[in-house]
């Protein structure tokens, strides 16, 4: 059983002696305010063959990697002459040895721009480094299939504290240009970007006539990449994890006995595993639950596809949960209410039932569009979201054994969440027995009460620029603080890559899930610097062959130097409840805040 994981933040090796001795680095700052993200200047650099990388250093500054020569300074001042705005820098040759660690990788790094690669496309636009494979590209279909419409990306970024953090950026034609919705910059304002012929991305010059693509997405629509898929060594080098694999042995090929980059080991401290039996037991406490309710289906359709559909639930809530439901046009106060309404692109804002409320009533909508062909896998999660429902009108706590978990005393919960642009605090303080209470707690001088040192906590980390996903007061007193990292888990994707390309098609079994993907599943914490960090991956148990998304790391910290006590927090995670099929990575009360603040 691996007993160690790894994770985004880069363990790595610069010879800047070598370095120095291969590469000129420049710095170019200018005289204005400030250099804007889409100027003109920081790809028309790129287009010099002598210059291999570039990268924003601040506002007004860039850096620049040339491969070694004594012309490079005049260069660099021949280019900016025939630039607008060139005049305006000032050019300065840097000493590689002050360069910031993680610039200087940058640098490296956006140099991949001119590595050969058939499997994937480097891009170093505007000081960033895109990476993108061929299948991503977004075509017309059939006649159209000659037209990209859209070209997803991956962006690779080492930050100020060593981290390697990977986005989704989606190039767009200008073709669909009706189909965004431009506030802050006009379509004019943004670079534009053809499609050159070594299926790489460029700045679109004066003399091209081909199509230009901007970088944003259309409105309403998120390209997706996946995080991981191990169906085979294609599939593979299509996802996130394929893409960084390939990404940092290229990487490690340029640049060997200059620099390399490989990702930090941590040593796991305590696991919690989603086992069949707590698979049972969550079973078995929604099962409880629903034999002492009454439920039914409010059709408020009413036409023949709806009294078809409202049967095919009856029989489907019938044969998962051996309920007798029923049907109806009114919601009843004491029953748990199933709204069958169409989605809200069907009602176009008027008349919408969606933003009917219903207080002191268990309402859960079932939208007839996106349900009608995933009601038997959406069925759970219906369910669940209408206990949920009910046990915020009854305060208190169905679907978890609550006094299991031996707090002798209340533990409270505490999120921030913004409301109509104004920033507002909210807490759900959980008695030993499972009953809850939910407050607001205003910003007050002069209101001082339980909650108040919780909301300044929110306060302060503003003004620190630390994002906190949550807070938990233990019975003790000590507060326990739940803050972003911005680290996610690596898997073990060199064996994963070794695996597939020798054939082997078939990494399952128990055995298998613990070598390559340990990082992934389910949940575990390590330690370090006297801190607790933990995560929730997918459940181990019958594991799919791909992973939609990343596994996300947080930090726990005790509040004015209070101890960590998070140990009878985590199972708190291992619910199914919150995200069908999947664990919660936020402990579940956290949940109940989040639909009693949608209900306000």
Known sequence: MNTSIRTNELEYFLDKKI???????????????????????????????????????????????MNKSNENKKRIKELFKKIEDGDTFSIEEQDVEAVKDYLLIQLLLNALGSYESEVLKYNNLTGHLYCFHPNWIKRGKEKQESIIWKIPCLELSVTSDLRLDISVKTFTSERLRNKITFKKRKFEDYPKYIFAANNTLRRRLKEDKETSFIQRQVDG??????????????????????????????????????????????????????????????????????????????????????????????????????????????????????????????????????DKKYEGIAVQHITFEDFADSSEFAIDTVIHELIIKKDLQE????????????????????????????????????????????????????????????????????????????????????????????????PEVELIEKHLREGDNKLRGKERREELLSSCLDIKTYEENGNLFYFVGIIGEGMRQNIQRGTIIRKIDGYNGAPIEFNEILPMMNVSFVKNGQLTVMPFPFKYLREYISAL
């Open 395 to 490: 305060k208190k706590i169905s679907l978890f054994d609550w006094p299991k978990l031996g707090f002798t005393v209340p533990v409270s919960f505490g999120i921030e969440t913004e409301i109509n642009e104004i920033e507002r605090f909210f807490f759900m303080k959980v008695n030993p027995n499972g009953s809850f209470e939910i407050k607001e707690q205003v910003l007050s001088l002069f209101e001082m009460n339980e909650y108040s040192e919780l909301v300044g906590i929110f306060e302060n980390a503003e003004e620190k620029s630390e994002v906190i996903k949550g807070l938990i007061r233990l019975d003790n007193g000590n507060i326990n603080v739940i803050k972003d990292t911005g680290l996610f888990t690596i």
């Open 19 to 65: 370095i120095s001795e291969k590469y000129d680095i420049f710095s170019l700052e200018t005289s204005d305010k400030y250099i804007k993200h889409g100027s003109y200047i920081l790809d028309a650099s790129i287009l010099c063959n002598d210059i291999k990388s570039i990268k924003f250093e601040s506002g007004r500054k860039i850096l620049i990697l």
């Open 221 to 354: 629509v998120k390209s997706e990449i996946t995080f991981l898929d191990i169906q085979n060594i294609e599939k593979f080098e299509q996802s996130k994890m394929g893409v960084l694999n390939y990404v940092i042995k290229s990487f490690n090929q340029k640049y060997a006995g200059i620099s390399s980059l490989k990702f930090r080991e941590k040593e796991v401290g305590q696991r919690l595993d989603y086992t069949k039996s707590v698979q049972r037991e969550n079973a078995l406490r929604v099962k409880e639950k629903l034999a002492s309710e009454k439920i039914r289906l409010v059709d408020i359709i009413g036409d023949e596809y709806s009294r078809i559909f409202c049967e095919k639930i009856k029989d489907l809530l019938k044969s998962k949960y051996d309920l007798d439901i029923s049907i109806g046009k009114k919601v009843l106060n004491e029953d748990l209410n199933l709204l069958l309404i169409h989605n809200a692109d069907y009602y176009e804002g008027e008349n919408d039932p969606h």
